[in-house]
């Protein structure tokens, strides 16, 4: 059973509709007992940094989730803001992450080699395939996901980035740490990309 942890914060309905078309069950977790049955873990998020934060330390799920994840080692994937909260901290706010992957997320503001761009990073951007994880497989040789981002995880160790995108420079969009996975594009807007990635990761 694929649990989409709903603590406020997210278009859960997209990802449910989503995996409806795949034929794959899933089912929202308002609470640490609609967890307990929980195969695999989708952590969602929209909007500011602190406030993702805040809600998801109010809704009593952390313990559970940090118990899941860390101590039973279930597949997670934070996606969009959702990928941004596995970090230590963010430049957005004061809040500390979850530090589940290292790293700290970064405004392309404060990137001179993006600082001049249209912000947010909206729209349909190619990925830049860094490994060939069971995520990516069945993937075409071009794949291209939606974005809509103004800041960017910075992965503490190169060897957790799976792939990266490029909006002035090239940073990273998708990370991979073990059974712990984020990806800051949007698979539930992103057509047969998505789909096929959010498959993947059912069958982690």
């Known amino acids: ?7 406020g914060v997210g278009n859960i309905q997209a990802f449910m509709n989503m995996f ?25 998020g929209v909007g500011a940094f602190d406030h993702a934060m805040e809600m998801f330390n109010k809704s009593g799920m952390r313990p559970a989730l940090e118990e899941l994840v860390l101590g039973k ?45 249209p ?7 190619d990925l830049i395939v860094k490994s060939e994880g069971h995520l ?18 910075e992965c503490d160790n190169p060897s957790h980035v799976a792939a990266s995108a490029r909006y002035g420079f090239d940073f990273d969009c998708i990370i991979s740490s073990g059974n712990i996975h984020g990806v800051q594009c949007h698979p539930e807007k992103s ?8 498959k993947n990761f059912s069958e982690l």
């Open 1 to 7: 059973m694929i649990r989409i942890v709903d603590y």
């Open 20 to 44: 409806k078309r795949l034929g794959i069950l899933a089912e929202r977790a308002h609470s640490a007992v609609n967890l307990q049955d929980a195969t695999h873990l989708i952590l969602p």
């Open 191 to 198: 057509h047969r990309f998505g789909a096929q990635l959010l």
């Open 136 to 153: 990516f497989k069945n993937f075409e040789s071009s794949p291209r996901f939606y974005f809509l981002h103004s800041y960017y995880f």
């Open 73 to 117: 080692k279930l597949p997670v994937l934070g996606i969009c803001v959702g990928m941004q909260m596995l970090a230590g901290r963010s430049d957005e706010g004061k809040l500390q992450g979850l530090n589940w992957i290292p790293g700290q997320v970064r405004s392309f503001a404060s990137n001179p080699q993006a600082a001049s761009l």
């Open 119 to 125: 912000m947010p990073h909206m729209g349909w951007n």
